[in-house]
């Protein structure tokens, strides 16, 4: 089974903080991606990656950014967080193709006050 | 840009009736894939049914089923003898085969399963 990790199951930060958000995949997947997940909008992508080092901008990246230097491990970083950032988080990887389903992380839900 | 609409926010089924959810999509391209995704209250996020749009033939995964019009942007998912660990939130998702992944997600549509 394929299994993604997310660090934090709950998160609570203050406006201007630097937040981290890591994300772990055991299955050597080549893709992973960063959603945020609010009432109402359903999933939307914030960032994805499909190598190491490399990054492609979802449909909602300002204030993110990400970083992924090994593999299995994509990071999502909040540079200097603000109350709108206050969501769930979801991570997922996919094995290579642009198609191939995507396995999701147990998300991680941010607050900021 | 692609859009996916899951016009009931919430539906209330009994244990072994069956619901039916409903997605419409837009887009102008032939080639892509639809989803459906279950999220339990763990949060944990699964794949319950995929679809190529070049298949005709609906996809099925045990009591989970799916009509899919093609013409009319349409992709139904269909509970059977509904269970209450089908209680969930189900989102309906959409991806061009092109599209360096790029899931679009619809809101998602509030499954209660009652007793």
């Known amino acids: 089974d394929v299994k993604v990790t997310q660090s934090s199951r709950y998160l609570v930060k203050r406006t201007g903080e630097k937040v981290f958000l890591e994300c772990v995949q055991d299955?050597?997947?080549?893709?992973m991606f960063w959603y945020r997940q609010d009432p109402g909008l359903g999933l939307r992508l914030i960032y994805f990656?499909?190598?190491?080092?490399?990054?492609e901008k979802g449909d909602i990246p300002e204030g993110y950014s990400v970083s992924r230097e090994k593999k299995e491990r994509f990071s999502l970083i909040l540079e200097s967080a603000s109350t709108n950032q206050t969501s769930m988080y979801l991570c997922?990887?996919?094995?290579?193709?642009?198609?191939?389903?995507?396995?999701f992380g147990p998300g991680t839900r941010l607050t900021v006050l | 840009a692609q859009t996916v609409t899951q016009s009931q926010p919430e539906m209330s089924v009994q244990e072994a009736e069956t619901v039916t959810l409903s997605c419409t999509y837009d887009?102008?391209?032939?080639?892509?894939?639809l989803f459906w995704y279950k999220q339990p209250p763990s949060r944990q996020m699964i794949l319950v049914i995929r679809q190529e749009a070049y298949k005709q033939q609906n996809a099925t995964e045990n009591r989970f089923s799916v009509n899919f019009q093609k013409a009319a942007k349409s992709f139904s998912l269909k509970i059977s003898d509904s269970q209450l660990g089908d209680t969930a939130m189900y989102f309906c998702a959409f991806i061009l085969t092109d599209s360096w992944g790029k899931l679009q997600f619809g809101a998602g549509t509030q499954v209660v399963v009652t007793p």
């Open positions: 299955m050597d997947h080549e893709n």
């Open positions: 990656s499909y190598d190491v080092k490399m990054k």
């Open positions: 997922a990887s996919s094995l290579r193709q642009s198609t191939d389903t995507q396995y």
């Open positions: 887009t102008s391209e032939n080639n892509y894939y």
